[in-house]
């Protein structure tokens, strides 16, 4: 009997941290890699649930310095305004109510605009030598002017028409993403 208890006991303490690590209960989808860095990045967001989101979703980030998480950032926010900048094209295309088509096609002109700015804040952070304040002030000029894409693009439908559900959505969300490059832009420190 005690032998058995022996194997039983032994049986329960080696499947013990399986149990615990494979519960449900215990398997909060919020466990994905984080670092102090992104927490504290993310805090200081527009959405910070977005923030979090989009900075696990990518294995990089964790282990990022702040630079690295700036182009993590706006390798995604570029990704994601040109993705949208396609979805306004075709609805541009499509579109025969001259407002609507007009609207569209200063959205998508913005929303080229915002590309370009995110690329020439990712040119600041693949600079070899340290940050000057110089550096610094032009990044978080582009950061936000790449932010003001999607919300310019947004106040063009304060009037009726209004624009699909998808790029009203698609403008908080790109707006929501550059958010992240501006609060990153708002860490960097020259020197
Ligand atoms: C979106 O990406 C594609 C492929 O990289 C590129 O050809 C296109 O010019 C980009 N669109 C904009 C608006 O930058």
Known sequence: MSYSFKIYSSLLVSLLPLVLFTSPSFARPSMK???????????????????????????HSAHADLKGLGRISIHIARKYAN????????LSKGETTFVLKGR?????ELYGDAIDELNGAEEILNKEEVLSPFDISTFR???????????????????????????????????????????????????
Do not use: W
């Not at 993705?83 to 075709?90: A, C, D, G, K, V």
């Open 33 to 59: 890699p984080t670092s102090p860095l992104i927490d504290e990045i993310c805090s200081k967001c527009l959405d910070p649930s977005l923030c979090l989101k989009v900075l696990r979703s990518n294995h």
């Open 83 to 90: 993705q949208t900048s396609n979805l306004i094209t075709s």
């Open 104 to 108: 569209y096609d200063v959205c998508a």
């Open 141 to 191: 000029i582009r950061a936000s002017a790449a932010s003001d894409g999607p919300v310019t693009c947004e106040d063009g439908f304060e009037k009726p028409p209004n624009e699909p559900t998808m790029l009203k959505q698609a403008n908080k969300k790109l707006e929501g993403l550059c958010s992240i490059v501006l609060a990153i832009g708002a860490s960097l420190n020259s020197g």
